[in-house]
């Protein structure tokens, strides 16, 4: 990283693109407590999170998917986003207890499939979903999670064109409550959605703005969209 500053608001789509090696995921483990920062600070609503572990930035309001999806294959979906708001209401010892035991959560639980859209298939092991599907467990767990700001590492990558569409509609909707941080590499995508997109080069911010400021700035073309853009 190399002066990379920025704000997100409340119910704000912003994008952040740029080549591969360009810092995007190191930044998102810098804002998680995975890798420490020598440098500068992080702030979580006016409060500085600098080198917090990741499970009090979670706890805080901070939560991410990431590159490889990260689930437990051989629970069933429900399970999997159980476990996310067990952990957020303080019952994350009590894996195995019956739905009656637990208050409420069995219908948090329902919401958040719902959001991700894939209630259908709440009672599936997770190993057996789609690709796709797999990718919006993941949402789902982590905005079970009750986040203030969720980052989404490349949700999209290995769908096809018709689960790319019906994600990026899902993303867009999750904006309509949170704050979302979006890294991803499907330019269409990352044009269609975002309130605002900041493009990465090199460990360093070369561009901010909407989508169509993005599009005719001559450094961004030449960087990372290609000259004939």
Not at 26 to 38: E, H, K, Q, S, Y
Not at 55 to 82: D, K
Not at 97 to 124: F, M
Request: with cysteine; charged share 20%.
């Amino acid at each position: 990283m190399d002066g990379v500053t920025f704000t997100v608001q409340d119910r704000q789509l912003r994008s952040i693109i740029g080549s591969n090696g360009a810092g995007k995921t190191t930044l998102f483990n810098l804002m998680t407590g995975r890798i420490p920062a020598t440098g500068g600070k992080i702030l979580l609503n006016h409060k500085d999170i600098t080198n917090w572990p990741a499970h009090r930035i979670v706890t805080a309001g901070i939560s991410r998917t990431f590159q490889r999806s990260s689930f437990f294959p051989g629970l069933t979906v429900f399970e999997n986003v159980r476990i996310a708001v067990q952990r957020r209401c303080g019952g994350s010892s009590r894996f195995w207890a019956s739905k009656e035991r637990l208050p409420g959560v069995a219908e948090q639980v329902e919401e958040t499939l719902h959001r991700v859209g894939i209630a259908d298939s709440a009672s599936v092991l997770a190993r057996t979903l789609s690709h796709g599907d797999q990718r919006l467990l993941e949402v789902g767990m982590a905005i079970a999670l009750a986040p203030k700001i969720l980052l989404l590492d490349e949700p999209t990558a290995g769908m096809s064109p018709r689960e790319t569409e019906r994600t990026a509609k899902i993303v867009r909707g999750l904006a309509s409550t949170i704050a979302v941080v979006l890294v991803e590499h499907d330019m269409d995508m990352v044009m269609s959605i975002s309130d605002q997109i900041t493009v990465m080069h090199r460990g360093r911010i070369i561009a901010e703005g909407t989508p169509k400021d993005i599009q005719q700035n001559v450094e961004v073309r030449e960087a990372y969209l290609g000259t004939a853009a």
